[in-house]
Nanobody, 110 residues
Framework: VKLVESGGGEVQPGESLRLSCETSGFDFANTYMRWVRQASGLGPQWLAAIDVDGTTDYLNDVKGRFFISRDNKKNTLYLQLNDLKTEDTAIYYC?????RGQGTQVTVSS
């Protein structure tokens, strides 16, 4: 299993980012996938999930701002982050079960 996140960066409040997670080593199209994040000094926080049929679910705090999607032809998972807030600062990981990638840092600062 390989999960490689990208797309993070430093942005100002209100701006947007699109995170990607390129995957390999498993049947992506038939795998339930999640995004989680971990802020400094805190435990991991589940954000969003997408099932094999495209059904999505979100943490209430990010619902309407974050959008998860998948491209099964590219074996890639996405997370669109809109209207970012300073409290969204964290390392963002895609996850398959207990497997996670190395993460991508998102910093929101004015």
């Amino acid at each position: 299993v390989k999960l490689v996140e990208s797309g993070g960066g430093e942005v100002q409040p209100g701006e947007s980012l699109r995170l990607s997670c390129e995957t390999s080593g498993f049947d992506f199209a038939n795998t339930y996938m999640r995004w989680v994040r971990q802020a400094s000094g805190l435990g991991p926080q589940w954000l969003a999930a997408i099932d094999v049929d495209g059904t999505t679910d979100y943490l209430n705090d990010v619902k309407g701002r974050f959008f998860i999607s998948r491209d099964n032809k590219k074996n890639t998972l996405y997370l669109q982050l809109n209207d970012l807030k300073t409290e969204d600062t964290a390392i963002y990981y895609c996850a398959k079960g207990s497997d996670r990638g190395q993460g991508t840092q998102v910093t929101v600062s004015s």
